[in-house]
């Protein structure tokens, strides 16, 4: 069955502190990643795709990274304004239209 | 530039009234739309969505129907809510179904 997880659940950092975010999947064909940001009571923020194993994509702060079973969402230096639930989807196999999306991980940075 | 309209933002609706949130997109055509369901705990779940005017596919049975009455609009309807049609609702879109679809603010829809 085609699943996302991701994690973990909630993390908590200091300014500055660098982590990562997981999400990892059961599809067959994968057919791109995609990476989202979400604020309280908001849309998702599209942040990354990724397409194939080993491919990267930077934005400021963030490093998203691809291999065959999972992706890495990497937080360099966090500040307080990168607090929110980032997101992760991929389409289903044989439904480009229907994404699988974890349950995301809600990142909360302290000052 | 694009850019995605959704309302209203918060909506609070009895048992048994109607419902309609509207969608609109700007700055392309022939867009695919989406709408999304966001519960706590539950993630994103499709609800429908659209490749083109009078297109319209559902992804989960329930008390919901959309409409798409012209290319950069779309509907969520239901004519008679229930209490578990409560949650927050998304419409979204994408230039191509394998590439990202970019979000509404969302509406956050309370039945009572």
């Known amino acids: 069955e085609d699943q996302v997880t991701q994690s973990p659940e909630a993390l908590r950092l200091q300014e500055g502190e660098s982590s990562s975010l997981n999400c990892s999947y059961t599809?067959?064909?994968?057919?791109?990643l995609f990476w989202y940001r979400q604020d309280p009571g908001k849309g998702p923020e599209f942040l990354f795709t990724?397409?194939?194993?080993?491919e990267e994509k930077e934005k400021e702060r963030l490093k998203a990274t691809l291999t065959k079973k999972e992706s890495f969402l990497h937080i360099t230096a966090p500040k307080p304004e990168d607090s929110a639930t980032y997101l992760c989807?991929?389409?289903?196999?044989?439904?480009?239209?229907?994404?699988?999306w974890g349950l995301g991980t809600s990142l909360a940075v302290n000052p | 530039s694009q850019t995605i309209h959704q309302w209203p933002a918060t909506l609070v609706q009895p048992v048994g009234s109607p419902l309609s949130l509207e969608c609109t997109v700007e700055?392309?055509?022939?867009?695919?739309l989406y709408w999304y369901r966001q519960a706590a705990g539950r993630g994103l779940q499709l609800l429908f969505y659209?490749?083109?005017?009078?297109?319209i596919s559902s992804e989960v049975p329930q008390n919901l129907s959309a409409s798409r009455p012209q290319d950069r609009q779309f509907i969520l309807s239901s004519k008679k809510l229930l209490l578990s049609d409560s949650g927050f609702y998304l419409c979204?879109?994408?230039?191509?179904?394998?590439?990202?679809?970019?979000f509404g603010q969302g509406t956050r829809l309370t039945v009572v």
């Open positions: 989807a991929v389409p289903k196999a044989g439904n480009n239209r229907k994404l699988i």
């Open positions: 599809v067959s064909g994968l057919r791109g």
């Open positions: 990724l397409y194939s194993a080993g």
């Open positions: 700055g392309t055509s022939n867009p695919n």
């Open positions: 659209s490749v083109g005017i009078g297109q």
């Open positions: 979204a879109w994408s230039p191509d179904p394998r590439t990202e679809a970019f």
